[in-house]
């Protein structure tokens, strides 16, 4: 790999480390202000909503400008969003905006790697990517727990550093942010180093109908496309999934291993760990030109999230959690590196991230709605845990169907990385 991945790698590391532990922050800050359980997915929503709104916009605007830069301007968006959560600004809006830069600094973080990385290294490379991006959600959630627990809180409320000045930081979610905001300059520090790789792209045209349009337009073709529509199904269906499933085990935690939020968030971590190692299998098994044969794997994780309504020990949750993980990085990875590669030969990095986007969050928009409003008519835990991997299920069977008509109609196997 080129040095420049690995700067990618650690300004991404951070950023998404931050994006993590500042989620469970949210929520201990809906805790405080007693709001109500359905309002928790909401924070997810509101997060994702900016992926959906901004799409047409968003992959223009990491073309026009060197990726790392573009990396630092929407990093720094994220550290506004953080800021807002200390002047009583209500964590939904905040935390918006902080999707807002999120919205915007992905379809950076995914392009530069097909700028900088021929097609043979994009699964490895996303691999690694993926990995290290679990990685930071297994330590973002780690230490957004530990940030919020009465021992790790209570020390960081007592530290002075002005011993004269009120910093009015008298909250476990105040002070957690503080070093949340750290963790971010630290992205920032990376993103300034990632090299420009020298690619520029044709101006398009700054009307917003303009890019409205031609947003529209990349949007047909890759669906149209037999090897983007399936991967880029299997894409929009894992992201819009893993979403709600972090709500779902925070609430599984809470009512069936009766655990409270700080020892829930540790439950996401395990889950992560799982999806790190079936990442890393999948780039070190599986090539590009056999990404579509993993589909089958989405069905088995289906199945076995509906085995978690059975289980009411957390000895026997943890290696659970391991195995839906493990088996969500195994198939995303390479679906992720092949919906990059279909991208990249049909249109430009940015806008193939950005329609890739804006097709996933707002399966996530759907999925976490939907799930609030099942909390909202109290639902129980496990007939919503029957439902979604109910639906996942059949999902994943339908699109393999797609997949066996695309590859008697097409042949489309044998034509991945040779455009």
Same mark, same amino acid.
């Given at each position: 790999?080129?040095?420049?991945?690995?700067?990618?790698?650690?300004?991404?590391?951070?950023?998404?480390?931050?994006?993590?532990?500042?989620?469970?922050?949210?929520?201990? !800050?809906?805790?405080?202000?007693?709001?109500?359980?359905?309002?928790?997915?909401? !924070?997810?929503?509101?997060?994702?909503?900016?992926?959906?709104?901004?799409?047409?916009?968003?992959?223009?605007?990491?073309?026009?400008?060197?990726?790392?830069?573009?990396?630092?301007?929407?990093?720094?968006?994220?550290?506004?969003?953080?800021?807002?959560?200390?002047?009583? $600004?209500?964590?939904?809006?905040?935390?918006?905006?902080? /999707?807002?830069?999120?919205?915007?600094?992905?379809?950076?973080?995914?392009?530069?790697?097909?700028?900088?990385?021929?097609?043979?290294?994009?699964?490895?490379?996303?691999?690694?990517?993926? /990995?290290?991006? $679990?990685?930071?959600?297994?330590?973002?959630?780690?230490?957004?727990?530990?940030?919020?627990?009465? =021992?790790?809180?209570?020390?960081?409320?007592?530290?002075?550093?002005?011993?004269?000045?009120?910093?009015?930081?008298?909250?476990?979610?105040?002070?957690?942010?503080?070093?949340?905001?750290?963790?971010?300059?630290?992205?920032?520090?990376?993103? !300034?180093?990632?090299?420009? =790789?020298?690619?520029?792209?044709?101006?398009?045209?700054?009307?917003?109908?303009?890019?409205?349009?031609?947003?529209?337009?990349?949007?047909?073709?890759?669906?149209?496309?037999?090897? /983007?529509?399936?991967?880029?199904? #299997?894409?929009?269906?894992?992201?819009?999934?893993?979403?709600?499933?972090?709500?779902?085990?925070?609430?599984?935690?809470?009512?069936?291993?009766?655990?409270?939020?700080?020892?829930?968030?540790?439950?996401?971590?395990?889950?992560?760990?799982?999806?790190?190692? /079936?990442?890393?299998?999948?780039?070190?098994?599986?090539?590009?030109?056999?990404?579509?044969?993993?589909?089958? #794997?989405? $069905?088995?994780?289906?199945? #076995?999230?509906?085995?978690?309504?059975?289980?009411?020990?957390?000895?026997?949750?943890?290696?659970?959690?391991?195995?839906?993980?493990?088996?969500?990085?195994?198939?995303?990875?390479?679906?992720?590196?092949?919906?990059?590669?279909?991208?990249?030969?049909?249109?430009?990095?940015?806008?193939?991230?950005?329609?890739?986007?804006?097709?996933?969050?707002?399966?996530?928009?759907?999925?976490?709605?939907?799930?609030? !409003?099942?909390?909202?008519?109290?639902?129980?835990?496990?007939?919503?845990?029957?439902?979604?991997?109910?639906?996942?299920?059949?999902?994943?069977?339908?699109?393999?169907?797609?997949?066996?008509?695309?590859? =008697?109609?097409?042949? #489309?196997?044998?034509?991945?990385?040779?455009?």
């Amino acid at each position: 790999m080129k040095p420049g991945f690995y700067t990618i790698m650690a300004a991404q590391f951070f950023s998404s480390l931050a994006d993590n532990a500042l989620l469970i922050a949210a929520i201990a !800050l809906l805790l405080q202000i007693d709001a109500p359980q359905w309002m928790t997915p909401l !924070l997810k929503l509101f997060f994702v909503v900016s992926y959906v709104l901004l799409a047409p916009y968003v992959g223009p605007f990491a073309d026009s400008m060197p990726k790392g830069r573009v990396m630092f301007i929407t990093n720094t968006i994220k550290v506004a969003g953080c800021l807002l959560m200390f002047y009583n $600004v209500h964590p939904l809006a905040a935390y918006a905006l902080v /999707g807002l830069g999120a919205a915007a600094y992905s379809p950076a973080k995914y392009g530069i790697l097909t700028e900088l990385l021929p097609a043979e290294k994009l699964v490895v490379a996303n691999g690694w990517i993926e /990995g290290l991006t $679990v990685s930071s959600i297994i330590l973002g959630t780690f230490v957004g727990g530990a940030l919020i627990s009465p =021992t790790i809180s209570s020390l960081l409320l007592s530290f002075d550093l002005v011993p004269q000045l009120d910093t009015g930081i008298d909250t476990a979610p105040e002070a957690a942010m503080c070093v949340i905001i750290l963790f971010y300059s630290l992205a920032a520090i990376f993103n !300034l180093r990632i090299p420009d =790789t020298g690619i520029r792209y044709d101006r398009r045209g700054k009307h917003p109908m303009v890019l409205f349009r031609q947003f529209q337009k990349s949007f047909k073709v890759l669906w149209a496309d037999p090897l /983007g529509q399936v991967s880029l199904a #299997v894409t929009t269906l894992f992201w819009g999934a893993g979403a709600t499933l972090q709500f779902i085990v925070l609430k599984w935690a809470e009512t069936a291993l009766n655990m409270p939020l700080n020892q829930g968030a540790l439950l996401q971590g395990i889950c992560a760990i799982g999806v790190a190692v /079936g990442a890393v299998m999948a780039a070190r098994y599986i090539p590009l030109r056999k990404s579509l044969r993993v589909i089958l #794997v989405g $069905v088995a994780m289906g199945l #076995v999230v509906m085995v978690m309504t059975q289980v009411t020990d957390k000895w026997v949750a943890f290696p659970l959690l391991i195995i839906i993980g493990g088996l969500s990085g195994f198939f995303v990875v390479p679906m992720n590196a092949l919906l990059q590669h279909r991208g990249h030969v049909l249109m430009s990095a940015g806008q193939s991230i950005a329609i890739q986007n804006f097709n996933e969050n707002l399966s996530v928009l759907m999925m976490l709605g939907l799930y609030a !409003l099942l909390i909202h008519l109290e639902f129980h835990v496990n007939t919503v845990i029957i439902l979604f991997g109910s639906f996942v299920t059949v999902a994943m069977v339908l699109v393999y169907i797609r997949h066996r008509s695309n590859q =008697t109609r097409f042949n #489309v196997e044998a034509r991945i990385g040779h455009e």
